[in-house]
């Protein structure tokens, strides 16, 4: 099970962390990658990180303003964003992986004022 947790409102150009915690089971050997899905939109890729390495890989639209990380430790992955635009306003989901992403968190909404 997989718990989003970070979401607020924040003004255009300020930072938000969000949190996704895991319980149940450990997931240092999953993937782990966080989506978003605004309103009348289709869920976007934003960001993920792998379990064997640490690698982590970006969509463009987020590319130096977003940050994942993790803590296998406490079974937590982190996303940082920085610099958020209006545009970045939708509910944020994490999600974990063995080859597909099949566990999913429940979502977390960002708001982003102009």
């Known amino acids: 099970q997989l718990q989003a947790s970070g979401g607020g409102l924040v003004q255009a150009g300020g930072s938000l962390r969000l949190s996704c915690a895991a319980s149940?089971?450990?997931?240092?050997?999953?993937?782990m990658g966080w989506f978003r899905q605004a309103p009348g939109n289709e869920r976007e890729f934003l960001a993920a990180i792998t379990w064997s390495d640490g690698f982590t890989y970006y969509a463009d639209s987020v590319k130096g303003r977003f940050t994942i990380s993790r803590d296998n430790a406490k079974n937590t992955v982190y996303l940082q964003m920085n610099r958020l635009k209006p545009e970045d306003t939708a509910v944020y989901y994490c999600?974990?992986?063995?080859?597909?992403?099949?566990?999913w968190g429940q979502g977390t909404l960002v708001t982003v004022s102009s």
């Open positions: 999600a974990a992986s063995r080859g597909i992403y099949d566990t």
């Open positions: 149940g089971r450990a997931f240092s050997s999953y993937d």
